[in-house]
């Protein structure tokens, strides 16, 4: 039972453009932080005020690894940041510089500043600035903060941030980006006595009601007449019966391919949502259940998805299905060789209790292809298999549909949250073949164990439905990943909206199939 308040989400920023920036206008903020390419030289900076400093600091940075720092001569002390970007930079290195120029700024209170991506003349106004994008999104997530129960006075906020140039940005893109990975890294990083069920709950219905979104919660009652005995199987650890599937539900005012009355979606989003995580049975170590509280940033993704595509009306319909539990030791919790039946039929025999995520998404799969979606995306904290093969530098991505590889590759390269494809060949399926069962939960043995979960997920999948599987091994990164410079990275909320609205994976799939049933 929760026993603090929830903190409440933290204001953005307003953000406002201006096409030069004044000594007068620098001299009110606390800040000016200014990314150039490498192959501009110095020249555009003769447009931002008191010219020959930045010139001095475009030459510190060419010779001290990119970045540099001082401050404008003005009474204010205005501080001053340039980052050159490396030749060919990509959107990751983009970020990261931002989030670099960001983190020397962490020891002030800065309440307003300016962002500045001048580059070589001339320059078409209506290209678009990745630059000054990433400065923006660096500076959304810097300005956010992470919930706290400490005492004592908090420090200042970002209030104000000018937009300096003529450089074209979607602002309202980025600005709900933002705001969707800032919902995902609070709700991760809250304590599990704050987030447990009901409140996570209540937050969920709080989110969809703000956004328009319709909510239905399927408790565990409701779930045992579906059948979702996989689900129920971690659930039944619990202390209390309040662990449920949150379904989720945003339809377009225009556009898409079906209304708020009804219809089949276009996509499902599929979160794990394991709020805390013992191991069950099969205890947990120390270190290794220290932070099993952000287990359920998969849940955190899917639904701060859901709310950027509401926030920015996006021409596709699209569901969330968020399977909210603990995975908890006692008398009634699972074991191992228990023999469970999920919601498709499918008979589980189980091998370890710590593999409880791919337990819960089955039905949560199962239930959501019922819905007849288009694309299947989910989002899991799912296994330590996948950290080992990649750090927490990338994420992990499987799909049932081989033609989604190179967009699904794009969208890592394009949004700065990069993913790495592993195999998904049929044959690692003898590794979970079952004497007593249709399936084993995973091997015996740990090696592979992201793509054997992706295997043993993809049963839950019908047949015909394109599907894709984050493994969220970016999740958590110390010292942050990118622009986050927060421990909690909220990854996947990013990529998710770069593959589905800028990368139009839906389009790839051509029009709906018609003749499929229920």
């Not at 999104?137 to 941030?161: C, N, T, V, Y």
């Not at 304590?191 to 969920?204: D, H, K, Q, S």
């Not at 047949?463 to 599987?469: F, I």
């Amino acid at each position: 039972m929760s026993v603090l308040p929830a903190p409440q989400l933290p204001r953005p920023p307003a953000v406002t453009q201006r096409t030069r920036l004044s000594e007068r206008a620098a001299a009110a903020l606390d800040a000016v932080l200014v990314i150039m390419p490498h192959q501009a030289g110095d020249a555009p900076l003769s447009r931002l005020p008191h010219a020959q400093r930045w010139r001095d600091l475009h030459a510190q940075a060419l010779r001290s690894g990119g970045t540099a720092f001082a401050s404008l001569p003005n009474e204010r002390g205005t501080r001053a940041a340039l980052g050159v970007l490396p030749r060919a930079a990509s959107a990751f290195e983009t970020l990261a510089l931002a989030g670099r120029l960001f983190k020397e700024l962490t020891s002030r209170e800065i309440e307003a500043l300016a962002l500045a991506a001048p580059a070589r003349e001339p320059r078409d106004a209506r290209e678009p600035s990745d630059a000054l994008g990433a400065l923006l999104s660096a500076a959304l997530a810097h300005a956010f903060e992470l919930p706290s129960f400490r005492k004592g006075r908090r420090r200042k906020q970002l209030r104000r941030i000018e937009l300096v140039g003529g450089g074209r940005i979607d602002r309202a893109y980025l600005e709900a980006a933002a705001d969707a990975n800032n919902l995902a890294r609070y709700l991760t990083a809250l304590p599990p006595n704050v987030l447990e069920a009901r409140a996570f709950r209540r937050l969920i219905g709080a989110v969809a009601r703000e956004h328009g979104l319709r909510m239905r919660w399927l408790d565990e009652r409701a779930l045992a007449r579906l059948g979702a005995n996989a689900f129920l199987a971690v659930a039944a650890g619990n202390a209390e019966r309040t662990a449920g599937i949150a379904h989720l539900s945003y339809r377009p005012r225009r556009g898409g391919t079906a209304t708020r009355a009804g219809g089949a979606p276009d996509l499902a989003l599929i979160g794990k949502g394991v709020l805390f995580d013992t191991g069950g049975t099969n205890l947990k170590p120390h270190r290794a259940m220290l932070d099993m509280h952000t287990d359920m940033a998969g849940s955190a993704v899917a639904l701060a998805v859901l709310t950027a595509l509401a926030r920015l009306d996006a021409p596709v319909s699209a569901d969330a299905w968020l399977a909210i539990t603990e995975n908890r030791i006692g008398p009634s919790a699972y074991r191992p060789q228990d023999v469970v039946r999920a919601a498709n039929g499918t008979t589980i025999q189980v091998i370890h209790t710590d593999a409880e995520g791919r337990m819960v998404l089955a039905d949560t799969l199962t239930l959501a292809a019922r819905t007849r979606p288009r694309l299947m995306i989910d989002f899991a904290t799912l296994t330590g298999t996948c950290v080992y093969a990649l750090t927490e530098r990338m994420s992990g991505i499987f799909t049932n549909e081989p033609r989604l590889t190179a967009r699904l590759l794009e969208a890592g390269r394009s949004s700065g949250e990069r993913v790495w494809s592993f195999p998904f060949e049929p044959d690692y399926d003898s590794d979970l073949e079952s004497k007593v069962a249709d399936i084993l939960q995973c091997a015996p043995e740990g090696k592979g164990d992201h793509i054997l979960a992706a295997r043993f997920l993809s049963r839950f999948v019908p047949e015909g439905t394109p599907w894709v599987h984050l493994d969220l091994s970016a999740a958590v990164r110390a010292g942050g990943l990118a622009h986050i410079h927060t421990d909690v990275t909220g990854f996947g909320v990013r990529y998710a909206l770069e593959l589905i609205l800028r990368g139009r994976v839906l389009d790839s799939l051509g029009p709906r199939d018609r003749s499929r049933r229920r």
